[in-house]
């Protein structure tokens, strides 16, 4: 139990699209949900926290408009970078809150 | 002082060796503890997850919390190289608005055969 996926796993695009990532659980339904960033062999940086229904709360140094996050289901939170530049390439991280958290394989964004 | 302190390697050893793996932390107010292991380019997967101190086994895993010296450890019996990976130490003050992670900055386990 308690899997979460991410889609895509790996995404290539131009500087200046954005580019929307997907992040699911698949057996249990998340009220909270959490979006992370990790640059290599470094640890995870907590970017926001999702709720379903309501705004996420984007941690200090994190630009809202930058990284739109949607929590529109019990299942579902999407982060969608906008107008993304190379400096934008890391590996996301999403996580779903049951007991505790449960994290998706990641997605790799590289911005050329 | 960092919130959680983890050694972050590279740690070696041979394969059927008993691994231990520590963080200290200085906040009191955590009171959940978990580990991950996180292989590279994946995300990380729960391990351990505890809350109380004294140990929680589970198969070659054993977790062990000391809230006394603010100390939690993994212990890894006959270590496999698959067990080979970034092993990440957790903590949380609660739930509701507390429920965020701290994490430890990892460390990198290697299993030699």
């Known amino acids: 139990g308690a899997v979460v996926s991410q889609h895509p796993s790996r995404v290539i695009c131009k500087s200046g699209t954005s580019v929307k990532i997907e992040c699911r659980s698949l057996?249990?339904?998340?009220?909270?949900m959490f979006w992370y960033r990790q640059f290599p062999k470094q640890s995870l940086m907590l970017m926001a926290t999702?709720?379903?229904?309501?705004?996420?709360?984007?941690e200090q140094g994190v630009e809202k408009d930058k990284f739109l996050i949607n929590h529109a289901s019990l299942t579902l939170s999407t982060l969608t970078v906008t107008s993304a530049h190379p400096e934008d390439s890391s590996f996301y991280i999403c996580s779903a809150k049951a007991d505790t958290q449960y994290f998706g394989p990641g997605t790799r964004l590289t911005v050329l | 002082q960092k919130e959680v302190e983890q050694d972050p390697g590279p740690l070696s050893v041979p394969e059927g060796a008993i691994v231990s793996l520590n963080c200290t932390y200085s906040?009191?107010?955590?009171?959940?503890f978990m580990w991950y292991r996180q292989y590279s380019r994946k995300g990380p997967e729960l391990l351990m997850y505890t809350y109380s101190s004294g140990n929680k086994e589970d198969g070659r895993f054993t977790a062990q919390v000391d809230k006394s010296s603010k100390y939690i450890s993994l212990f890894i019996r006959d270590s496999q190289p698959s067990d080979s990976a970034t092993y990440l130490c957790?903590?949380?003050?609660?739930?509701?608005?507390?429920?965020?992670?701290?994490f430890g900055k990892g460390t990198l386990l290697t299993v030699n055969p």
């Open positions: 906040n009191s107010a955590f009171q959940y």
């Open positions: 957790a903590m949380s003050a609660g739930g509701g608005s507390n429920y965020k992670l701290t």
């Open positions: 057996d249990f339904q998340a009220t909270t």
């Open positions: 999702s709720n379903e229904g309501s705004k996420a709360t984007y």
